[in-house]
């Protein structure tokens, strides 16, 4: 039975019409729509259509399943009755399935993954690049004859310029505009404008996908809104088949996004929107705009019902996440910042809660400060693997500001033999199955060659033989050619001229077996498709679960390549599979996303603050927290600026979307270089309160005086806001107790 929490109640007696649920962290966010649905899926207010729940993570869309699934079993009805979860990119999928026409490309259109996207851009980018060299060299501000010149060319045509690119070309599909009103905007742009350099590749980049009949995921979204603006009856059918509509982590909406769900919902639709404002942390990395789901709170039409009590996390850590958003609201440097939090406080649950907050024997929060950066990565990494030691039963977390840090913590606690997971990361198992794939296939493509079987032979049918062993089978192909290994006379060897380390049973009957694999390995080459012959390989090596997902997913990108090259072999198809490999390691990141991350106690979890949003831990401890790392100023260093461009030319990307908005009406902002670091202050300043609330019971801030280069940084102004908040609070309970 579930139990119902201030906030939680309201929510629950929802029936209709539009609802905004601001939840804090912690608040049971899930639970409550899951119970939700539940209840009006066994209501039957659905009928004769269904509830959809949009989500951004694939680890959510299970979880709802989860979830409303127990909830129905409650109910005696059906685990999936009544209700669909999808991601965005899913929905939109679903509905340009209404009306794949629509798009004037074949049914079998395809959607680029993010590897293949980015490879195609680097390819244009690069003819781009090789035309205007003119043009995109002047703003380097380095003089020629300077060392680091050479550097900063470098940096700028290979990383910056081309990530500017991919940002710019996602940001001008996420304003819904279509090719034609890109082009007619080009002639309103000066030649070293960097939108026109952007508006130049999108064209260039679309017509390319047009060509080939490919999608990106930026233009599933776009489109999908577009049919559903101009196809009054694909609207109507789809508002029949979801009658409710339940949007999860709206903080990360971006307007394309809401505009879909609204046309769906309709003007008087069942639209109930949950996220959190102050978790707002995806606009560097996307297109979201924390500011939509605000206005929908703040609309008259909408009923708004906040979740703020919370149970995760202690009371201490819980008033620790609280004054940082009283001191960002009052007391911040940069006033401008001080409405990045809401004034939406968390509330720890009401006694006799069957699911109190945790408690700890004294005050369990503290910061640390480190002479320099090399001190800070030494001395976590060492109390971290102490805590995890003294305290198995915890589980354990260490939150960096980026992967560089990652890889240097890593480094440290390999070295202190902590056990630790960095989370998201290719798991030992998965990267075999992909190396294992990718022999078999480079093998099967050219079965003449010898080190191609021994390949096989080594890392794949017969991975654990001793040195000797392998040094045995290796005098056997040296002794015989390969024919008269693989398609002996009478079926085997003959023993008498065979090494005497293989005369033992048990080693020769393993080298049998896989010569035998082999040959039917080959025969399945020539007979049956490469796609298919991947599902094969998969089978007879009885991969599982992961393996076996892995497996699937490059049997389909071989398939989508003989599509695209229908004279291609399996030569050729091996030649490819180095860039297949890429895709696959994005599709295992995929697919981990979808299972869901489970802290194991007593094992660290190494990740960045970031990626650590919607999971929590006993213990955390939380670093970097530099100005450099979160800046408290405009006149503060900004990891998003270009050093080696002009001062007026620095940050690229906040440059073009304010000339965007300016072009379509929007205002723009005149001084789009503030306006850009304010932004980054604020969502810094979101990242730092998540952070916090992973804590559950124990909290450890950390920051660095010096960096790498000597460079003196020093914390970041909220870092030591709170640090005096803490030495206060820690006085107070040392006198309690005293």
Known sequence: MIHLRPGQIEVAQYRGGFMAVPAVPGAGKTTVLAHLAAELISEGRPQPGKILIVTVMNSAVSNFRSRIGDFLVERGLPRTKGYEVKTLHSLAMTILKEKPEFLMINQGFQV???????????????????????????????????RWYQGAVDKW??????????????????????????????????????????????????????????????????????????????????????????????????????????????????????????????????????????????????????????????????????????????????????????????????????????????????????????????????????????SPENTVAVLVPNRFVQADM????????????????????????????????????????????????????????????????????????????????????AWLKLPEELFEPELWNQFNRALGRLRNWLDASVTIPPDDLVLFLAEDLELEEEQLAIAHNLSLQIKQAVHLNPSWKLLDIARDLPRMEASLRRFVQ?????????????????????????????????????????????????????????????????????????????????????AAKLDEISERLRLFYVAITRAKKNLLLSYYDRDKFKRQVGPSKALIALGEYIKKEQEAYASQRS
């Not at 850590?317 to 609280?322: D, G, M, Q, S």
């Not at 080190?451 to 040296?478: C, H, I, M, N, Q």
């Not at 979890?605 to 401890?621: A, M, N, P, R, Y």
Request: charged share 30%; glycine share 6%; hydrophobic share 40%.
């Open 112 to 146: 680029l993954d993010e590897m293949r996207q980015w490879e195609l851009l680097e390819e244009l980018a690069d003819r781009w690049l090789g035309r205007n060299r003119s043009l995109w060299i002047k703003p380097i501000k380095v003089k020629k004859e300077d």
């Open 157 to 390: 045509e290979q990383k910056d310029l081309k990530g500017f690119f991919r940002e710019a070309i996602g940001y001008i599909k996420a304003q819904g505009l279509s090719p034609q009103e890109v082009q007619d905007m080009l002639v309103e742009l000066e030649a070293d404008s960097y939108l026109r350099w952007a508006m130049e590749m999108y064209l260039v980049y679309n017509q390319e996908l047009h060509r080939n009949g490919w999608l990106d995921f930026d233009d599933l979204i776009a489109q999908a809104l577009r049919l559903l603006r101009e196809d009054d009856g694909v609207r109507e059918r789809l508002g029949k088949r979801w009658t409710y509509i339940f949007e999860d982590e709206a903080q990360d909406s971006n307007p394309l996004q809401e505009e879909i769900l609204h046309l769906l919902a309709g003007e008087k639709g069942n639209l109930v929107r949950v996220g959190d404002s102050n978790q707002a942390i995806m606009g560097t990395f996307t297109s979201a705009e924390p500011e939509i789901f605000r206005r929908f709170c703040s609309r008259g039409d909408v009923q708004k019902e906040s979740i703020l009590c919370s149970s995760r996390s202690t009371v201490q850590v819980i008033e620790l996440a609280n004054y940082l958003v009283d001191w960002t609201r009052g007391q911040h440097p940069q006033p401008q910042c001080r409405e990045a939090l809401e004034n939406q406080l968390i509330n720890p649950v009401g006694e006799g809660d069957p699911f109190p907050n945790p408690t700890t024997d004294g005050y369990t929060v503290a910061w640390r400060k480190y002479p320099d950066y090399d001190s800070e990565v030494q001395e976590v990494a060492k109390w971290a693997a102490q805590h995890a030691l003294k």
């Open 590 to 674: 995929v697919l981990f996303d979808y299972k869901g991350f489970h802290p194991k106690p007593g094992v660290i979890s190494l990740i960045t603050s970031h990626k650590s949003k919607g999971l929590e831990w006993d213990t955390v401890f939380l670093m970097s927290l530099t100005g450099a790392e979160y800046p408290s100023t405009v006149k503060d260093k900004f990891r998003s600026e270009c050093w080696y461009l002009a001062e007026d030319k620095c940050n690229p990307m906040a440059i073009a979307k304010a000339e965007l908005k300016r072009l379509l009406g929007k205002g723009g902002e005149e001084r789009p270089l503030e």
């Open 410 to 493: 890593a480094e440290k606690l390999v070295a202190l033999g902590a056990e630790f997971e960095e989370v998201g990361k290719i798991s030992d198992g998965q990267a075999k199955t992909i190396v294992d794939v990718k022999v078999v296939i480079d093998y099967l493509a050219e079965p003449q060659k010898v080190d191609g079987v021994l390949k096989t032979l080594r890392f794949v049918l017969l991975p654990d033989l001793s040195e000797e062993a392998w040094a045995a089978l290796g005098a056997v192909f040296s002794q015989y050619n390969l024919e008269e290994v693989l398609y002996p006379q009478g079926g085997d060897l």
